[in-house]
């Protein structure tokens, strides 16, 4: 294998620990339980949260998954069909929706190329929702039929109505709060285990972020193009596009998978899982590989649209909700210790939570964060995905310190060393020895990653404000010189 931008390889499935939210809440619990767990209960208690504190420290992947959040699944699809609809809005007809819900953006959405449209909000746990809930409960149950999987749904972007995003901002807030209700209290269990109050206490005293996001298909940006030429009155039509061909009426997209031996899973239990590989490209990312720098970002698992053009290639399309083709989320990770690349496959209706470098730091490395992307189907060139994120971040002006830190640097600094590129850090000699037995075309495939990631110790001074690490790290990424600045 050839590891370069083009190449092709081979990511194992990885499934993710799973906890569900009933034992989430009992393991978060400050007050005694009555009456007194029996001494079974708390030693299945006991293992369940040394599985998470395993699977989101040094020897795990960084994330776990959420199972069985109460009124959670009728949020995320209520959510999720507002992305593709908010994408593709003309401009000022989105910027009417936007500013009626107080959302706002941080992509460049006047860029009818993009690969991603995001719309987003600044949260706070000062939010009382509860006077919404009603209205939401009883539009989940009458509209939860909009967009169930394998029924076809005709789009178009000219016919316009307010009406149809009535509760967007509503429903957007919810789930926001749900969502960091999960962030907060897993923080409250790693507090336990590491006996510490820096998480719970760093996520109460800061914000949050709640990002609606729409991972655009080829289709979906020949529509952007054709309503905005529309809106300016030009008569030009788009040539139509060379694509897929339409799905099955049951739009299921399946690909043929060889069987392998090997299995990646973090469950701690006794389930038998066979488990399967998966090709991805380094090349053909919807987002590209970086590490989340706030405390931990809470995902829900993500939808998937096929999408064909009406024969005039105009402004309707035909879109079907179905399962992945490769039956994963496409959330990929970078194991640096074993050198391996996976993708990530997650339950419906759960959330995945993965731990920040704030959390790194606040921890003393008790908790790893891990380098990941997401990745795009291999030549399915009209399928787009939706999730919504809530990145939970400590206070702005919170002081970061790595004392008591047992290395002062990261794992991705020592592989950085050890594939010969540099960092400004004067306190990396020591690592020199770290090494394991890495192959030609391994060595190759890190440093093609990791050329794009800025490491930790150029971006982080002990005692920095996280204000001043967050605009750090952005600028180290995406500015003029960072390392993404043209990705």
Same mark, same amino acid.
């Given at each position: 294998m050839e590891a370069t931008a083009t190449a092709e390889v081979a990511?194992?499935? &990885?499934?993710? !620990?799973?906890?569900?939210? #009933?034992?989430?809440? *009992?393991?978060?619990?400050? +007050?005694?339980?009555?009456?007194?767990?029996?001494?079974?209960?708390?030693?299945?208690?006991?293992?369940?949260?040394?599985?998470?504190?395993?699977a989101l420290g040094s020897s795990g992947p960084g994330l776990l998954a959420i199972t069985e959040v109460p009124k959670a699944p009728d949020l995320r699809r209520l959510i999720l069909r507002f992305a593709r609809k908010l994408a593709l809005l003309g401009r000022k007809d989105r910027a009417r929706v936007l500013k009626?819900?107080?959302?706002?953006?941080?992509?460049? &959405?006047?860029? !009818?190329?993009?690969?991603? #449209?995001?719309?987003? *909000?600044?949260?706070?746990? +000062?939010?009382n929702l509860n006077s919404e809930s009603s209205s939401i409960r009883s539009l989940c149950t009458e509209e939860n039929h909009y967009y169930a999987e394998g029924n076809p749904?005709?789009?178009?972007?000219?016919?316009?109505?307010?009406?149809?995003?009535?509760?967007?901002?509503?429903?957007?807030k919810e789930l926001s709060l749900c969502m960091m209700e999960l962030g907060l209290r897993l923080a409250q269990i790693c507090d336990k285990a590491i006996d510490c109050r820096e998480l719970k206490q760093s996520i109460m005293d800061g914000s949050a972020k709640g990002r609606l996001i729409h991972y655009h298909s080829t289709i979906d940006n020949i529509i952007l193009k054709e309503t905005n030429r529309t809106k300016k009155g030009s008569k030009k039509k788009v040539e139509p596009a060379t694509?897929?061909?339409?799905?099955?009426?049951?739009?299921?997209?399946?690909?043929?998978?060889?069987?392998?031996?090997?299995?990646?899973?973090?469950?701690?239990g006794s389930r038998s899982v066979k488990d399967r590989t998966s090709q991805i490209t380094l090349s053909n990312l919807w987002q590209q590989w970086h590490y989340d720098y706030g405390i931990f970002t809470v995902l829900t698992s993500p939808s998937f649209m096929f999408s064909c053009l009406t024969e005039d290639c105009s402004h309707i399309s035909c879109c079907r909700e179905c399962s992945s083709p490769d039956e994963h989320t496409y959330l990929q990770l970078f194991d640096i210790k074993k050198n391996k690349i996976f993708v990530v496959r997650s339950p419906a209706d759960s959330f995945i939570i993965q731990v920040g470098e704030a959390a790194n730091i606040l921890t003393s490395g008790k908790l790893q964060s891990t380098l990941h992307s997401v990745g795009r189907p291999v030549d399915i060139v009209n399928l787009s995905r939706q999730t919504f994120v809530v990145f939970l971040q400590p206070a702005w002006s919170k002081i970061l310190s790595y004392s008591g830190y047992p290395e002062e640097t990261s794992n991705h600094d020592k592989l950085v060393l050890r594939t010969g590129m540099t960092t400004s850090s004067k306190k990396e000699d020591a690592f020199l020895r770290y090494s394991t037995s890495d192959s030609e075309d391994s060595h190759q495939l890190m440093q093609e990653i990791l050329r794009k990631i800025p490491p930790l110790s150029i971006r982080f001074r002990d005692g920095m404000t996280f204000a001043e690490f967050s605009h750090e790290t952005t600028k180290q990424y995406y500015s003029s010189s960072g390392t993404q600045s043209m990705r």
């Open positions: 990511a194992e499935i &990885l499934e993710p !620990l799973e906890v569900r939210f #009933s034992d989430l809440l *009992l393991l978060s619990s400050a +007050a005694p339980s009555h009456p007194p767990p029996s001494p079974a209960e708390l030693a299945r208690l006991e293992s369940i949260s040394a599985a998470v504190m395993q009626e819900h107080g959302l706002g953006s941080d992509v460049p &959405l006047k860029n !009818l190329d993009r690969n991603v #449209s995001s719309f987003a *909000l600044q949260l706070k746990y +000062a939010h749904v005709e789009d178009s972007f000219e016919k316009f109505d307010d009406k149809e995003f009535k509760v967007l901002g509503s429903t957007f694509l897929d061909p339409s799905p099955s009426d049951e739009c299921t997209i399946s690909r043929n998978f060889h069987e392998k031996t090997f299995v990646t899973h973090w469950y701690s």
